[in-house]
T-cell receptor
C-alpha cells in the first residue's frame, strides 16, 4: 500500500481556517485519497475523499496537488468540535476485488484554541 | 449518524474467559468490519463480512472469530481472552467494498483483560 506522511500535530484558533497537509509521493494512478477524523472517545468519522479534482462537502474541502503527490484538507472555520485526529488514507482499486480495508496511519492531532 | 450500536461499551474480564462483542446496524449495509485500535498501531482490521454467513480474515485475526447470521448483527468472539487483546474495538459498516463508499464506525468497545 502506498504510504502517507502527516505532521504529528497542528494547532489552530477557533473560527480560523485550518490546512492539514498530507504527503503521498508514491501514490499510484488508481489510489483515491480519503480523509477520516476521530474525535476523543469516538470511532473514526468519514470526512471527504477525491481522486484528482478538488472536492468540497459540508464538512471540509480537499485540495489535491496537480501531480497528486500531496493533498490538503481544509477546514474553513475551525470550531472546538473539530479538535480530533485527522487521518489521510489512500485506497486502491488496483488488483480488482478489494474488501475495502482502511489502513490508518498515526494521523495529525489537531488542537483548536478558543 | 449511521445507525451502529456496539455492545457492551466497556468490559473488564479475566484471561482465559470467552468474550463476545456485538455490532448492530440499522442501515441494511452489506459490509461489516471489526477493527482494533492500539497506541502506536492505529486501527487494524481483524475480520470482515461481505454478507450473511460470509466472513473473512483481516490482518490481525489470530485469536478471534466472527459470525454473521443476520444482516444487522456482526459478532466478534475471543474464545479465550489474553492480555494482548486488551484494546478498543470498533465496528464499521459500508454499503459496498467500493473505495468510493465511506465506512461508518461505531463508538467502540473498550475491553480490558486482566
Amino acid at each position: 500500500d502506498a504510504k502517507t506522511t502527516q505532521p504529528n500535530s497542528m494547532e489552530s484558533n477557533e473560527e480560523e481556517p485550518v490546512h492539514l497537509p498530507c504527503n503521498h509521493s508514491t501514490i499510484s494512478g488508481t489510489d483515491y485519497i480519503h480523509w477520516y477524523r476521530q474525535l476523543p472517545s469516538q470511532g473514526p468519522e468519514y470526512v471527504i475523499h477525491g481522486l484528482t479534482s478538488n472536492v468540497n462537502n459540508r464538512m471540509a474541502s480537499l485540495a489535491i496537488a496537480e501531480d497528486r503527490k500531496s493533498s490538503t484538507l481544509i477546514l474553513h472555520r475551525a470550531t472546538l468540535r473539530d479538535a480530533a485526529v485527522y487521518y489521510c488514507i489512500l485506497r486502491d482499486t488496483a488488483g480488482g476485488t478489494s474488501y475495502g480495508k482502511l489502513t490508518f496511519g498515526q494521523g495529525t492531532i489537531l488542537t483548536v484554541h478558543p | 449518524d449511521a445507525g451502529i450500536t456496539q455492545s457492551p461499551r466497556h468490559k473488564v474480564t479475566e484471561t482465559g474467559t470467552p468474550v463476545t462483542l456485538r455490532c448492530h446496524q440499522t442501515e441494511n449495509h452489506r459490509y461489516m468490519y471489526w477493527y482494533r485500535q492500539d497506541p502506536g498501531h492505529g486501527l487494524r482490521l481483524i475480520h470482515y463480512s461481505y454478507g450473511v454467513k460470509d466472513t473473512d480474515k483481516g490482518e490481525v485475526s489470530d485469536g478471534y472469530s466472527v459470525s454473521r447470521s443476520k444482516t444487522e448483527d456482526f459478532l466478534l468472539t475471543l474464545e479465550s481472552a489474553t492480555s494482548s487483546q486488551t484494546s478498543v474495538y470498533f465496528c464499521a459498516i459500508s454499503e459496498s467494498y467500493s473505495i468510493n463508499q465511506p465506512q461508518h464506525f461505531g463508538d467502540g468497545t473498550r475491553l480490558s483483560i486482566l
